[in-house]
C-alpha cells in the first residue's frame, strides 16, 4: 500500500524564520514525491517533485524538499519565510504500478505571523 | 486557457437533485483526474482517464457518482440523488499522460453544497 504521513496538522513560525513541513512516506519500490500549496478557496498548485537524482529538489517560491531515503521523508523548507507562505501545504506520492494517481497526505496548515 | 478549467465556481442544490460538474483540462494533456476535498477527509481520489483506455473508477464513492470524457478532452462528473455528505470541493486535475512522475495540475475546484 502508498501512503503518506504529515504528522503536524499545524507549523506556526515567524516571518523571516526557517520553516519546515514534514512528510513522511511508505511506498514499495521507488516513490514520486510531490508538494503542493493550497490558499484559501483556491485550488492545489503544484510546488516541486522528486524523481529521481540530486536529493534536495528546488521549487517554486523558494521552497526546497529533501528526499531521505533512509528516513523515509520528504520535508518542505524554505529558509526565510514570509506572511504570504500562510497557506495549507500537501504532500503526496506516486508509484509505477497506479501510474499517475497521487495519494495525498492530510495536510498542513502553515501560518507565518509578522 | 493555460490552466485547467473548472465550471461551476459554486453550486447549491438540493437534497435529491443531480447536479454536473464539469472539468476542461490543460490542452494536450491526456489524463484527466477527478478528487473530493471535504473537511475532516483530505483529498479522495475518485476516478481518472488516460486517452481511450478504461477510467479507473476504483474512488467513486457509490453508484449516484459517475463521470465521462467526451473525444479526450472535457470531462463531466454526474451526482445524483444528491446528499448532504457529498458537499465538498470537487478538483479536475490533468497530467500530459499517466506515467508515474508527472506533474499532475489542478484546477480551482467546483464547491457543491447540497442543502
Known amino acids: 500500500a502508498q501512503s503518506v504521513a504529515q504528522p503536524e496538522d499545524q507549523v506556526n513560525v515567524a516571518e523571516g524564520n526557517p520553516l519546515t513541513v514534514k512528510c513522511t512516506y511508505s511506498v514499495s519500490g521507488n516513490p514520486y514525491l510531490f508538494w503542493y500549496v493550497q490558499y484559501p478557496n483556491r485550488g492545489l498548485q503544484f510546488l516541486l517533485k522528486y524523481i529521481t537524482g540530486d536529493n534536495l529538489v528546488k521549487g517554486s517560491y523558494g521552497f526546497e524538499a529533501e528526499f531521505n531515503k533512509s528516513q523515509t521523508s520528504f520535508h518542505l523548507k524554505k529558509p526565510s519565510a514570509l506572511v504570504s507562505d500562510s497557506a495549507l501545504y500537501f504532500c503526496a506520492v506516486n508509484r509505477g504500478s497506479t501510474l499517475g494517481r497521487l495519494y495525498f497526505g492530510r495536510g498542513t496548515q502553515l501560518t507565518v505571523w509578522p | 486557457g493555460a490552466g485547467v478549467s473548472q465550471s461551476p465556481s459554486n453550486k447549491v442544490t438540493e437534497k435529491g437533485k443531480d447536479v454536473e460538474l464539469r472539468c476542461d483540462p490543460i490542452s494536450g494533456h491526456t489524463a484527466l483526474y477527478w478528487y473530493r476535498q471535504s473537511l475532516g477527509q483530505g483529498l479522495e481520489f475518485l476516478i481518472y482517464f488516460q486517452g481511450n483506455s478504461a477510467p479507473d473508477k476504483s474512488g467513486l464513492p457509490s453508484d449516484r457518482f459517475s463521470a465521462e470524457r467526451t473525444g479526450g478532452s472535457v470531462s463531466t462528473l454526474t451526482i445524483q440523488r444528491t446528499q448532504q455528505e457529498d458537499s465538498a470541493v470537487y478538483l479536475c486535475?490533468?497530467?500530459?499522460?499517466?506515467?508515474?512522475?508527472?506533474?499532475?495540475?489542478f484546477g480551482e475546484g467546483s464547491w457543491l453544497t447540497v442543502v
Open positions: 486535475a490533468s497530467s500530459l499522460a499517466t506515467g508515474s512522475g508527472n506533474t499532475i495540475y
